[in-house]
């Protein structure tokens, strides 16, 4: 194979950064069908903050003439240039937290379209073991008229980003790799490795690197449930939490986590593959689906704590108002996907109080299109009778929320985040 040319389909938080990264060294072409991403990226602009602007202008091109560079596109027609080709769409799961694929199976059509002979095709997007190679290769068998391990050949490296936390970039972490074949493993491999200052880990087979995915997410699920139901325990006995987990984190085995509210499209979705997929083989996952109902009931549980506070300082509740911070599924990250804010809030209004939501770092045209919320501009002066602090963007810390509270207002901070609080998690 000459030198490789990659495809990356779908320019999100794992697309975008995987394909700037790449283009460092390789001749990338970015695939998105949002013809309203392709221009924010060639203008400088990620709405997702992963990838500042001085980086886009550093590696986008206006063509593949040179050594390295990233394309940017809409047509898929471009991708049959490549030889690589790394799928980085989104998985999720439906109201019944039931997998849904089409993203997926969208892209490996598209992709069937464009691959030839000896083309490789790596797939980074979540799902649970054995999805690679029993639903997306049969789409790009049939799409391509190819035959898989033959005429082209596929890998598995599932994402590994942490959006928000910049101590923790594509290149200084260590990424899993797979591949259909042992030469195609290798090839994988050292195309991963060209790139990453951690290295990668190889291992034995796609349904290993698949697996080994969901057990991330699943081990970070299972133990902030832990300390969530610690917590609960811990307000009934009028106990610190943190003060607690402070204490506990002394032990040299300790792990340090923290409670409070799990969304996003990885810790809060990707626990539903794998227990789907026990399910078929007869298996039924108790621990695993009781940490996932302990979690997805965590909104709830706060604002229903912070009707007992107003109650237990004799707030009415009917003409209370109340002020939500942060609207994300995690701090200092855009991403409202599957954030479990919401559930504070619709449980608020169910009450009758006057909700305000205020996230400076939210795309508010999104939030009102898929939650039907109206983000505020700036919260008001002496207006709120309880603030809840659901997010810790670090820009909260610059608010004045004694100016906020009215005279008697309390504060329930959800993250022990701000210096003034009347109650945490």
């Not at 980085?88 to 849904?100: F, G, I, L, M, Y």
């Not at 300390?227 to 402070?246: G, Q, Y």
């Not at 940490?291 to 300082?313: F, H, P, T």
């Not at 009917?318 to 599924?329: D, H, M, R, S, W």
Request: hydrophobic share 40%.
């Amino acid at each position: 194979m000459s030198k490789p040319i990659i495809g990356i389909v779908g320019l999100g938080y794992v697309g975008l950064p995987l394909a700037c990264l790449f283009a460092t060294k390789y001749k990338v072409i970015g695939y998105d069908i949002k013809e309203e991403r392709i221009n924010e990226l060639k203008n400088g602009v990620d709405t997702t903050l992963e990838v500042d602007g001085k980086l886009l202008f550093e590696v986008v091109v206006e063509g593949l003439n040179g050594e390295q560079g990233l394309f940017l596109t809409t047509s898929f027609s471009e991708l049959k240039r490549c030889n690589y080709y790394i799928v980085a769409v989104p998985t999720c799961v439906d109201e019944k937290n039931q997998p849904v694929l089409n993203s997926l199976l969208e892209a490996s059509k598209v992709l069937g379209k464009c691959l030839k002979k000896e083309d490789i095709v790596i797939y980074e997007s979540t799902v649970y073991p054995g999805a690679t190679e029993e639903v997306c290769v049969p789409i790009l068998e049939r799409s391509s008229n190819l035959k898989y391990n033959r005429d082209f050949y596929v890998g598995y490296s599932p994402e590994r980003v942490s959006p928000g936390v910049k101590t923790r970039t594509l290149e200084n972490i260590l990424k899993i790799t797979s591949g259909s074949t042992k030469e195609t493993a290798s090839k994988i491999d050292n195309l991963y490795r060209s790139v990453l200052k951690k290295g990668t880990q190889l291992v034995s087979s796609i349904k290993v690197a698949e697996a080994a995915k969901i057990v991330e997410n699943c081990q970070r699920d299972i133990n902030i449930a832990f300390v969530n139901e610690m917590a609960k325990i811990f307000n009934l006995m009028n106990i610190d939490t943190h003060e607690v987990l402070e204490a506990a984190e002394t032990k040299w085995n300790f792990l340090p986590f923290k409670p409070g509210l799990v969304g996003g499209y990885c810790i809060g979705t990707d626990p539903y593959y794998l227990t789907q997929k026990a399910k078929q083989y007869g298996y039924y996952p108790e621990v695993i689906l009781s940490g996932r109902r302990l979690n997805d009931g965590m909104g709830v549980y706060v604002a229903s704590e912070v009707i007992k506070l107003l109650i237990d300082k004799g707030i009415n509740i009917k003409k209370a108002n109340a002020l939500i911070l942060g609207f994300t599924f995690k701090e200092n990250c855009p991403d409202v996907r599957n954030t479990k804010v919401i559930d504070i809030y619709k449980k608020l209004r169910m009450f009758g109080l006057n909700t305000d939501v205020y996230d400076p770092i939210a795309n508010k045209a999104y939030v009102k299109s898929h939650y039907e919320v109206d983000l505020i501009q700036q919260p008001m002066d002496n207006n709120y009778d309880v603030i809840v602090l659901a997010v810790s963007h670090n820009n909260f810390r610059l608010l004045e929320i004694e100016k906020l509270k009215r005279k008697g207002g309390v504060v329930y901070d959800v993250k022990n985040f701000l210096a003034c609080k009347d109650r945490t998690l």
